[in-house]
């Protein structure tokens, strides 16, 4: 017998517009990246321009010999620049009257690594663009080396699994963090799982992009790089957030609010214990990464506590 | 955008009047998504997650994938709140 019929899930309701990406494309089969890429214009809409830098979404984003991958326009740049870039483009359109949105794709690599400069010119600025940070926690492209948002104790190519080596040896950067502090219009993290909040913060960035800079930080799981298997990217996402690894909040001017509580958090074990790249921790190494997850997340709770008690400066509103 | 008439889009490398780019994903399968339409309830779930965006709605109670595209990944599979999708070998379909 046939199940009776549920409801829609209302995800479904904000992809009001056409996927401009061809149907074969060369992402990994489970790739978060190719989730994101293709979400992000079917809620924004189809008039707006990425530019971005090498990493893997280039090869697609560019197109191959004299063909594209998608209909979207796309500006490829260095990763020394890519929010440089994205200023000049985001004032061309300003100055010429025409409503566009200039979406700068970029890995983490670039956002928290060797763009950061320049990044974080734009948001003192407060350049009128959208920033994407497509964050896979490393150099995938390249051959899987370590990065800033790597987080301790992972395997890369550069953080080997040796005699002396044993995974990253460092703590992660915080970015989403770095960046609300720049006290933008609008900053906030998302991710995979949870499809309805990225939507609403795609709407909501678009919206405050009329006031100034725009980031946003997605977690977008790599299978080829992580080590997880291709069905579970979306789990990985999942128990990121159900273990406060990562974070779901947004911040207006700075002033940081979670929108995703989480009641019971997970010990961090059960987000590593899907990925290869995290296999050779011992319980030590465990225990330094889950003191700085609830280290990170102290900070934050802390900070989205004040959100009422801070008044912004009246010189700072538009 | 532009009101040049040789261009419909612009697009990075050429004009973009050509056809799209198509890899032939679908041959990279190495497990094929089957959708039991009588588990399904249409939530849509495998559809939202699908990260080819294959997933096709059809009339109204069921979901199917386009198996032209889909990699097999099998995260539609995982996803399914009903279990109503199953990954099959492949091999199993070749005569
Ligand atoms: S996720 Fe499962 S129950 Fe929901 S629409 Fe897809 S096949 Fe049907
Ligand atoms: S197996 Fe992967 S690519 Fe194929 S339909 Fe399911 S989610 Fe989409």
Redesign the pocket.
Same mark, same amino acid.
């Given at each position: 017998m046939a199940a009776k019929k549920g409801k829609l899930t209302k995800v479904l309701d904000h992809l009001k517009h056409e996927d401009p990406f061809s149907k074969g494309v060369a992402f990994c089969?489970?790739c978060g990246l190719e989730l994101l890429l293709r979400f992000i214009p079917q809620v924004l809409g189809n008039d707006i321009v990425i530019t971005g830098t090498p990493s893997c979404s280039a090869p697609v984003l560019l197109g191959q010999n004299n063909q594209s991958w998608h209909k979207l326009s796309y500006f490829g740049t260095l990763m020394t620049g890519a929010a440089a870039n994205a200023t000049g483009l985001a004032r061309y359109y300003k100055k010429a009257g025409i409503d566009n949105t200039v979406v700068c794709f970029n890995g983490d690599g670039t956002a928290a690594d060797i763009g950061f400069g320049n990044l974080s010119g734009a948001a003192e600025r407060n350049e009128p663009f959208i920033y994407i940070c497509y964050d896979n926690e490393g150099y995938m492209n390249t051959g899987i080396q370590k990065s800033g948002t790597t987080p301790y104790g992972a395997t890369t190519t550069t953080t080997p699994k040796g005699s002396i080596s044993k995974g990253k040896n460092l703590r992660r950067m915080n970015l989403a963090l770095k960046m609300a502090m720049h006290k933008i219009p609008y900053a906030a993290t998302a991710t995979l799982s949870d499809l309805d909040d990225l939507a609403k913060k795609l709407l909501k960035a678009k919206e405050a992009k009329e006031r100034g800079f725009v980031f946003l930080h997605v977690l977008a799981p790599c299978t080829t790089g992580w080590g997880h298997a291709p069905e579970n990217t979306i789990e990985v996402c999942r128990r990121a957030v159900k273990t406060n690894y990562f974070p779901l909040w947004e911040a207006v001017n700075g002033k940081i609010k979670m929108t995703k509580e989480v009641k019971k958090p997970k010990p961090v074990k059960t987000y590593t214990e899907l990925s290869k790249k995290f296999v050779n921790m011992t319980e030590e190494d465990h225990q330094i990464l889950q003191d700085d997850v609830d280290y990170e997340f102290c900070i934050l709770g802390g900070l989205s506590q004040l959100e009422g008690e801070c008044q912004l400066p009246v010189s700072a509103e538009d | 955008m532009s009101s040049n008439k040789y261009f419909k889009h612009e697009g990075p490398w050429s004009d973009a009047n050509d056809p799209l780019m198509v890899s032939d994903t679908g041959d990279w399968r190495t497990k094929r =998504?089957i959708v039991d339409k009588d588990q399904c309830i249409f939530c849509g779930f *495998?559809a939202i997650?699908? =990260? @080819?965006q294959?997933?096709e709605m059809v009339e109204k109670s069921h979901f199917k =994938?386009d198996l032209d595209f *889909?990699? %097999? *990944? %099998? @995260? *539609?599979?995982k996803e399914c709140p009903k279990k109503a @999708?199953s990954?099959e070998p492949e091999g199993d379909f070749q005569k």
């Amino acid at each position: 017998m046939a199940a009776k019929k549920g409801k829609l899930t209302k995800v479904l309701d904000h992809l009001k517009h056409e996927d401009p990406f061809s149907k074969g494309v060369a992402f990994c089969p489970g790739c978060g990246l190719e989730l994101l890429l293709r979400f992000i214009p079917q809620v924004l809409g189809n008039d707006i321009v990425i530019t971005g830098t090498p990493s893997c979404s280039a090869p697609v984003l560019l197109g191959q010999n004299n063909q594209s991958w998608h209909k979207l326009s796309y500006f490829g740049t260095l990763m020394t620049g890519a929010a440089a870039n994205a200023t000049g483009l985001a004032r061309y359109y300003k100055k010429a009257g025409i409503d566009n949105t200039v979406v700068c794709f970029n890995g983490d690599g670039t956002a928290a690594d060797i763009g950061f400069g320049n990044l974080s010119g734009a948001a003192e600025r407060n350049e009128p663009f959208i920033y994407i940070c497509y964050d896979n926690e490393g150099y995938m492209n390249t051959g899987i080396q370590k990065s800033g948002t790597t987080p301790y104790g992972a395997t890369t190519t550069t953080t080997p699994k040796g005699s002396i080596s044993k995974g990253k040896n460092l703590r992660r950067m915080n970015l989403a963090l770095k960046m609300a502090m720049h006290k933008i219009p609008y900053a906030a993290t998302a991710t995979l799982s949870d499809l309805d909040d990225l939507a609403k913060k795609l709407l909501k960035a678009k919206e405050a992009k009329e006031r100034g800079f725009v980031f946003l930080h997605v977690l977008a799981p790599c299978t080829t790089g992580w080590g997880h298997a291709p069905e579970n990217t979306i789990e990985v996402c999942r128990r990121a957030v159900k273990t406060n690894y990562f974070p779901l909040w947004e911040a207006v001017n700075g002033k940081i609010k979670m929108t995703k509580e989480v009641k019971k958090p997970k010990p961090v074990k059960t987000y590593t214990e899907l990925s290869k790249k995290f296999v050779n921790m011992t319980e030590e190494d465990h225990q330094i990464l889950q003191d700085d997850v609830d280290y990170e997340f102290c900070i934050l709770g802390g900070l989205s506590q004040l959100e009422g008690e801070c008044q912004l400066p009246v010189s700072a509103e538009d | 955008m532009s009101s040049n008439k040789y261009f419909k889009h612009e697009g990075p490398w050429s004009d973009a009047n050509d056809p799209l780019m198509v890899s032939d994903t679908g041959d990279w399968r190495t497990k094929r =998504p089957i959708v039991d339409k009588d588990q399904c309830i249409f939530c849509g779930f *495998c559809a939202i997650y699908c =990260p @080819i965006q294959v997933m096709e709605m059809v009339e109204k109670s069921h979901f199917k =994938p386009d198996l032209d595209f *889909c990699k %097999g *990944c %099998g @995260i *539609c599979a995982k996803e399914c709140p009903k279990k109503a @999708i199953s990954m099959e070998p492949e091999g199993d379909f070749q005569k």
